[in-house]
């Protein structure tokens, strides 16, 4: 099965590149971003040295779907998606803070305060919660964009003080952020899941603030099946749930949790499309839509620059 784990595209009116973990962003002539999806999978901020087959296009057709579907809360970046691994969309300045929002503890949140922690980023957490416990309303847990390693933990008050954000472009944020994911959770309700957390990134073009970036993919948001959560919580029992968490948890199980000393597990053809198998039938759940796979034996990043060339060509003409 192929895997697009590289890109380096030459488009007209290009100014530059940037390799994320996970998407390459190319900057036609600062106005717009040509956002390539690859099937590069990461976690504990390390890419994995395997691609995982149609993650890329899985993570963009979601993105794409759900930035539609949103558009009439705040104003996005995006313009088109001329490739099932490529959106095109207005260049904004980026904020260097990332909105985190979460109903459930669960996860790194859940990781940090069973060793104590009862306060994330200002918000305060009651005594006696457990593992996968609604938050009597969803909170806000911003962090600090970092290029490289670790984004980290940061209040909002921090933010504002720290000039980051201005308290006015902040507030934008926060209520964007608090609407956005009110209308995830409606929709993947109706589809069976919770949308149990998620993060938005947002940035300013000409005075006003966007949407950017991608929103409520497995990469970006933890979900879990809403049939049978309350009888597992109940339990105890672990959530049926569908992010890139149980990558994680593998990693977690193969003592690799990018901490010093430890080495990165093998990640075989039968794991890797095993992953590809879990991002598929996330998208087939959350959108309750059939996942059309884009043809397997075309030279995938062929296919790309040629829809990307064309769709550019056209725009320009």
Same mark, same amino acid.
């Given at each position: 099965m192929k895997a697009?784990?590289?890109?380096?595209?030459?488009?007209?009116?290009?100014?530059?590149?940037?390799?994320?973990?996970?998407?390459?962003?190319?900057?036609?002539?600062?106005?717009?971003?040509?956002?390539?999806?690859?099937? $590069?999978?990461?976690?504990?901020?390390?890419?994995?040295?395997?691609?995982?087959?149609?993650?890329? *296009?899985?993570?963009? *057709?979601?993105?794409?779907?759900?930035?539609?579907?949103?558009?009439?809360?705040?104003?996005?970046?995006?313009?088109?998606?001329?490739?099932?691994?490529?959106?095109?969309?207005?260049?904004?300045?980026?904020?260097?803070?990332?909105?985190?929002?979460?109903?459930?503890?669960?996860?790194?949140?859940?990781?940090?305060?069973?060793?104590?922690? $009862?306060?994330?980023?200002?918000?305060?957490?009651?005594?006696?919660?457990?593992?996968?416990? $609604?938050?009597?309303?969803?909170?806000?847990?911003?962090?600090?964009?970092?290029?490289e390693g670790h984004d980290m933990n940061i209040s909002r008050e921090e933010i504002i003080k720290q000039g980051i954000v201005s308290e006015e472009d902040y507030a934008a944020m926060e209520d964007y952020t608090r609407k956005l994911f009110k209308r995830g959770q409606e929709i993947s309700a109706r589809q069976g899941l919770i949308l149990v957390d998620t993060k938005y990134e947002f940035g300013k073009r000409n005075g006003k603030v966007y949407l950017i970036d991608e929103i409520h993919t497995p990469d970006s948001s933890r979900y879990f099946y809403?049939?049978?959560?309350?009888?597992?919580?109940?339990?105890?029992?672990? *959530?049926?749930?569908?992010?890139?968490?149980?990558? $994680? *948890?593998?990693?977690?199980?193969?003592?690799f949790m990018n901490e010093p000393g430890q080495t990165m597990p093998e990640i075989t053809d039968t794991y890797a499309e095993s992953v590809s198998e879990r991002y598929i039938e996330l998208y087939e759940q959350i959108t309750g839509e059939k996942f059309n796979k884009a043809a397997e034996n075309d030279d995938i990043a062929a296919r790309i620059e040629k829809n990307v060339c064309d769709f550019l060509a056209n725009k320009k003409g």
């Open positions: 697009l784990t590289k890109t380096e595209f030459h488009f007209d009116g290009q100014k530059s590149v940037y390799h994320g973990k996970v998407r390459d962003v190319y900057d036609i002539n600062d106005d717009l971003l040509v956002m390539v999806a690859t099937d $590069r999978i990461s976690a504990f901020d390390v890419i994995l040295p395997k691609g995982i087959p149609f993650k890329g *296009q899985v993570l963009n *057709q979601i993105a794409s779907k759900f930035l539609d579907a949103t558009s009439d809360i705040c104003p996005n970046w995006k313009l088109a998606t001329p490739d099932p691994m490529v959106t095109v969309g207005l260049k904004c300045e980026g904020f260097r803070v990332e909105m985190i929002i979460r109903s459930i503890l669960t996860g790194s949140a859940w990781r940090d305060y069973q060793k104590g922690c $009862r306060e994330i980023c200002g918000v305060k957490l009651p005594d006696g919660m457990k593992e996968n416990e $609604r938050f009597p309303e969803p909170i806000i847990t911003p962090t600090t964009k970092a290029d809403a049939d049978g959560y309350e009888e597992r919580f109940k339990k105890g029992e672990p *959530q049926k749930q569908l992010s890139k968490e149980f990558v $994680r *948890q593998w990693l977690i199980e193969h003592n």
